[in-house]
C-alpha cells in the first residue's frame, strides 16, 4: 500500500451549514457537490476534504459515535509565518468558527492556535519551523 492520504471525510450535521463556513466563509472551492449529499474541496495535491452528510456517512461506515468531548483527532492548515497564522484565524472566525484558543508560543518551537468549525472538528493552524513543518508548505 502506497504512503499517503487520499480523502478527509468530516460526517456533517448540516451541509449547507458546513459548505457556508469552508466555502463562502474560508474561501475554498469546491470540487465537486451533491445537494443534500456531500461537498468536496480539494485541499492539496491528491488530498480531497470531503463534506459528507451524517446520515448517509453512517449508512456506509457505521455510527457516529456521541458524548462529551471532542473527536479525538485535529486537521491542520500549517502555514509560513505567525503572522499568517493569526490572520488565518481570523478569517476562521470571520467565518463563524468557534475560536477554540488563540494563538501562542509552543514548547516545541512553533506557533499554533485553533478554531472549531460547526460540527466541533477542531483545526489547528500552525507555524512550524522545524523540517517537518516546511515538507508540508506548498
Not at 53 to 66: K, N
Not at 95 to 110: H, I, K, N
Request: aromatic content about 10%.
Amino acid at each position: 500500500m502506497d504512503q499517503r492520504l487520499s480523502f478527509v471525510t468530516l460526517a456533517v450535521a448540516d451541509l449547507a451549514a458546513s459548505r457556508a463556513f469552508y466555502c463562502d466563509g474560508l474561501g475554498w472551492e469546491p470540487a465537486l457537490e451533491v445537494p443534500d449529499d456531500v461537498v468536496m474541496i480539494e485541499v492539496g495535491e491528491r488530498l480531497v476534504l470531503s463534506l459528507w452528510v451524517r446520515a448517509a456517512f453512517e449508512a456506509e461506515v457505521g455510527p457516529v459515535a456521541t458524548g462529551p468531548g471532542v473527536a479525538p483527532f485535529t486537521l491542520a492548515h500549517n502555514v509560513a509565518t505567525r503572522e499568517e497564522v493569526d490572520a488565518s484565524l481570523a478569517t476562521a472566525r470571520a467565518a463563524g468558527a468557534d475560536p477554540v484558543s488563540p494563538a501562542q508560543e509552543r514548547v516545541w518551537g512553533g506557533y499554533t492556535g485553533y478554531f472549531a468549525d460547526p460540527d466541533g472538528y477542531r483545526w489547528e493552524v500552525a507555524h512550524n519551523p522545524g523540517p517537518i513543518g516546511s515538507k508540508v508548505l506548498p
